[in-house]
């Protein structure tokens, strides 16, 4: 049964397997539905998914939502692992930039 303060800590019931993954955690359709907001609130925070089941029977299954986020430490840590360019494409570089980069200056100075 579920705790019934506030702070229902979800994570504290949940099982390792021997690969050391959680296995998924197993309520009764009537205590999910008495508890349904702490319920939702544990999967949130402990970012885990839980088996609703009725008379023994897995029935569906609350999940957290997979969010993709990225900091400014992970596009660092990325940019930091990812393997350094060649000569050949720092010449391309270059040779684009100087091509790219040349000053251009009008015939008539005066036209618009």
């Known amino acids: ?7 229902y ?6 099982a390792t ?3 050391g993954r959680s296995r998924l955690r197993t309520v009764p359709a009537t205590e999910a539905a ?9 999967v949130r925070e402990t970012r885990t998914d839980v088996i609703v089941e009725r008379g023994g029977v897995a029935v569906a299954r609350i999940a957290p939502v ?7 430490r992970d596009l660092v840590n990325l940019l930091r692992s990812a393997p350094t360019p060649g000569e050949a494409f ?10 790219l980069n040349k000053r251009v200056v009008p015939k008539h100075p005066w036209a618009s």
Not at 90 to 96: C, F, H, K, L, S
């Open 1 to 7: 049964m579920l705790a019934d303060n506030a702070d």
């Open 9 to 14: 800590a979800f994570h504290a019931d949940m």
């Open 17 to 19: 397997s021997s690969a």
């Open 34 to 42: 008495k508890n349904f907001g702490r319920l939702i609130d544990a």
């Open 66 to 72: 997979l969010e993709r986020t990225c900091t400014g």
């Open 90 to 99: 720092r010449r391309e570089v270059a040779a684009g930039r100087r091509r």
